[in-house]
């Protein structure tokens, strides 16, 4: 009898335990990747302007030394500078002192109110990207009945006359995390800005596809060449709106319009 007690109390204990590490593994990966909630009519994106959190001051942080980034999920050395970094100076191959400098500022092309950072792709000779993971499924009977309309906007740009680029884009996915469509806008060419170092204002907009649930948000920094990823972006914003059917007066309008129309094109093709 005492046996019996004796396993029913550890059997307890080993399902309490499988519980907790179960529990855990499911914080850890929600963590992990984090999903945000939306508002209609709002900017969906959390920090989005690379204010929260602390800038790189100097353009060459590394593995642990890059800051901490809140709501994003990056990859290599992905990170934030602060505007009028200071730059710093390598010994490059052949052994000559190279500096790394006129980083973005206050003086360069860019928003008006840009704060004190902005996204970076990083102090190393590599691509990086950073994602973050929005929930719309609180926007399903507008977006399932083709009313839910997206404005995608950012201000990204580059250095100098190097090629590094910048992409920002949309994933819609359905409620199985299947991908439905997708949508981006990309960073000016070294022409476009006029080979100076900034940023110029990019959008697009679109109607967000029915069905769809989440929206993975991706910034990805493709590193060309140069001694660092001149990757630069800033005031992300992804607004998703209401947009009403037309009425049945708007229509009428319409087919009347076009019905005058037509009606003088053959009017005029009679005169003599």
Not at 27 to 41: D, E, K, M, N, Q
Not at 204 to 227: E, S
């Amino acid at each position: 009898m005492n046996q019996l007690k004796t396993f029913s109390f550890y059997s307890q204990k080993i399902a309490t335990a499988g519980i907790a590490l179960i529990a855990g593994i499911s914080s850890s990966i929600l963590l992990a990747s984090p999903i945000y909630a939306a508002t209609l009519g709002q900017n969906l994106i959390l920090n989005g302007d690379a204010e929260q959190g602390q800038g790189d001051p100097i353009g060459n942080a590394v593995g642990t030394d890059i800051p901490f980034i809140p709501a994003w999920i990056p990859t290599n050395s992905f990170s934030v500078l602060q505007y009028g970094a200071t730059g710093f100076e390598f010994t490059n191959p052949l052994g000559n002192i190279v500096a790394v400098s006129a980083l973005p500022d206050a003086n360069s092309s860019g928003p008006i109110v840009r704060g004190k950072n902005l996204f970076f792709g990083g102090a190393n000779r590599s691509s990086s990207s950073t994602h973050q993971l929005i929930d719309i499924s609180d926007f399903t009977s507008i977006i399932d009945s083709g009313e839910g309309a997206y404005d995608l906007s950012a201000w990204l740009g580059g250095y100098d006359t190097d090629l590094d680029n910048v992409k920002f884009s949309l994933d819609f996915l359905n409620k199985d995390g299947q991908s439905l469509n997708t949508a981006f806008i990309a960073s000016p060419t070294p022409d476009e800005r006029n080979n100076t170092t900034g940023l110029l204002f990019k959008s697009t907009q679109g109607f967000v596809p029915i069905g769809a649930r989440q929206i993975n948000v991706a910034l990805d920094m493709n590193y060309v060449r140069g001694r660092i990823n001149d990757g630069y972006a800033d005031n992300l914003s992804l607004v998703i709106t209401k947009v009403p059917e037309p009425s049945i007066s708007g229509l009428l309008l319409v087919s009347l319009s076009c019905l005058m129309v037509c009606k003088l094109r053959r009017n005029r093709q009679l005169l003599p």
